[in-house]
């Protein structure tokens, strides 16, 4: 089977691909919904990060505090290091799980660090949803109500736009109204069912 890694900067738009894509009936595992079930209640990695950081790091019903923890790894790339080490193999073990129990024409990993980690080489075939910097920080603004100076030092950690559009198969500009984007996606759509025929 296809499988089709869908990425992009924050704040550019890749939910209303994905979810348009699975309006089309296609299987789209998102890694950010995979990386909160591998630290949800009971799981192994919850304990473990509670053991290193205390109990301070939990929510009064006993789920991550993961506004705290956001803001523990990117003011400390030691604490960073040590979750990526925890947490990546375990993402990228449910990823490959849940892309191979598939049963859509082609499936799509949706991941805003497709590129930045090794999720590249799960996948086929990568598009790339594409806005300017400039509209990354006000749509993220808007939508998660971080200041400019913690939405700027995630996209610090994630690659640049040039260097994301490099390694793009597929680009669908999101800069525009949604309906530009949803029929980009439409005809992506046609274009990878294609692919999955050849």
Known sequence: MLKVGLTGGIGSGKSSVSNELERLGITVVDAD??????????????TSISQRFGTDIL??????????????IFSDSKHKLWLENLLHPLIRKEIEKQLEQAHSDYSVLSSPLLLETQQSNMIDTIVVVDVDEATQLQRTCLRDQNSRQQIEAI??????????????QHVINNQGPIEE??????????????????
Do not use: F, Y
């Open 33 to 46: 919904i995979v990386a909160r079930e591998v630290v949800e209640i009971g799981q192994p990695a919850l």
């Open 155 to 168: 996209m610090a950690t994630q690659l640049s736009r040039k260097s994301r559009l490099e390694h793009a």
């Open 181 to 198: 984007t949803l029929k980009q996606v439409q005809a992506l759509h046609q274009q990878l069912l294609k692919q999955t025929c050849i």
């Open 59 to 72: 929510l009064e019903d006993g789920n991550l505090d993961r506004a705290k923890l956001r803001s523990l």
